[in-house]
Structures are given as structure tokens and as C-alpha cells.
């Protein structure tokens, strides 16, 4: 297994446009968790799977943000119509539940840019 | 509000010597505690974890300490090696969430050869 993968690493994006991360968990990790990190701060939650459920959001994923995990597997998030506040660092995790024991497992994250 | 907080920036130490990473939260429902490692450009690396029921958790060279009355936790690494210069964040989970840990801002180690 090579980890928490997550997909694009990058991304650049005017002021407006739709943007979409994906992100492939660990195959036998059942929770997924999306995280948010902006400079100088540590991750911030935004939202967690348990299977196909979303278990939990945050009130920083506003009604621009929606997430999914169709198939319990890999999951999506989702920006519309992008703010340069949304400009940061868009960190998933995985983990058994309920994981905090033994940590959960993080992807290297995906930079969005709005511009 | 912050309910976990690290108040250091950062923090310089020679190699070979103890490096102390605090931690303080304002939570008393948070069931588990955990130190992540970060290195720039990579997501956070789990480090270490302390359930809220003990006071000492060791592995290897890092040790993480809780003292519930005073609400604070802190990480031990010795000795401290210069590829332990990261980024280091305490996080906490429980507290009235089932799905979420709350991390602190960090404190940026630099070990010294």
C-alpha cells in the first residue's frame, strides 16, 4: 500500500472557477477525513467519512464546499466558485475506525492557489 | 477559540540534546492526545499518542508526558538529531467530537549539528 494519495498536488485557479481534489485513502482504513491548512496555522477540520456516511462537518465547509465518497473508497471535494480566502493547503487522512490511538494517516496534500 | 494552543514559534536545540515540545489545551473532554511531524511540502506524519487515562507514553527516543490538572502535555525527544527538524503539532481528539482532532499552530524545531 503506498499511503493516503491525493490528487492534483497542485492547483492554480482564477478567482470564480470550480475546483475538484481527489483523494484515494488507505484501502482498509474506513474513515476519511478532510483537513484544511493555512500558513502558520495546523490543520483545520472541514469533514469526515465513515464508509459512504459524512459522519461530520465542520461551519468552515460552507455551502460552496461538498464533499463525497460514493463507494466508501475514494472521495472528492469540491469548491465552487473560489474565493482567494480559499487559497491553502487541502490535507486528507485516513484511519480504522475510530484511528486516534494510532494516529491518522495523511496524504501530502493538495495546494490550491486562487488568483 | 483556541482549545489547543503551542505557545512557542520555535525552537532551537544542539544535537544530542533534549529537545521539549509543550502543549496546552482547555478541553478536559479530549480522550486522546497526539503529536504529528511535519516536513515542508509533506502532509503531517504521526508521531506519538497519550490516551487521557496516563500520564507517560514512550517510543524509541519520544516520550510525551500529560498532566491533566494543569491540562498540559509535552514531548520529550532524546537525543535530538538534526533530522528532527520539523514542524511539530499537538493535536487532540474527543471532546464532544467522534471524527475530529483539533490541532495546535506548531512549533518549528531546529536541531543543530
Known amino acids: 500500500d503506498t499511503g493516503v494519495s491525493q490528487d492534483p498536488r497542485h492547483k492554480i485557479t482564477k478567482r470564480g472557477q470550480n475546483v475538484t481534489f481527489r483523494c484515494d485513502p488507505i484501502?482498509?482504513?474506513?474513515?476519511l477525513y478532510w483537513y484544511r491548512q493555512t500558513l502558520g496555522q495546523g490543520p483545520e477540520f472541514l469533514t469526515y467519512?465513515?464508509?459512504?456516511?459524512?459522519?461530520?462537518k465542520s461551519r468552515l465547509l460552507s455551502d460552496r464546499f461538498s464533499a463525497e465518497r460514493p463507494k466508501g473508497s475514494f472521495s472528492t471535494l469540491e469548491i465552487q466558485r473560489t474565493e482567494q480566502g480559499d487559497s491553502a493547503m487541502y490535507l486528507c487522512a485516513s484511519s480504522k475506525s475510530p484511528g486516534q490511538a494510532n494516529g491518522y494517516t495523511f496524504g501530502s496534500g493538495t495546494r490550491l492557489t486562487v488568483v | 477559540d483556541q482549545q489547543v494552543k503551542q505557545n512557542s514559534p520555535s525552537l532551537s536545540v544542539q544535537e544530542g540534546r533534549i529537545s521539549i515540545l509543550n502543549c496546552d489545551y482547555t478541553n478536559s473532554m479530549f480522550d486522546y492526545f497526539l503529536w504529528y511531524k511535519k516536513y515542508p511540502a509533506e502532509g503531517p506524519t504521526f508521531l506519538i499518542s497519550i490516551s487521557s487515562i496516563k500520564d507517560k507514553n514512550e517510543d524509541g527516543r519520544f516520550t510525551v508526558f500529560l498532566n491533566k490538572s494543569a491540562k498540559h502535555l509535552s514531548l520529550h525527544i532524546v537525543p535530538s538529531q538534526p533530522g528532527d527538524s520539523a514542524v511539530y503539532f499537538c493535536a487532540a481528539s474527543g471532546g464532544g467530537s467522534q471524527g475530529n482532532l483539533i490541532f495546535g499552530k506548531g512549533t518549528k524545531l531546529s536541531v543543530k549539528p
Open positions: 467519512f465513515q464508509n459512504e456516511a459524512q459522519l461530520e
Open positions: 484501502s482498509e482504513h474506513n474513515r
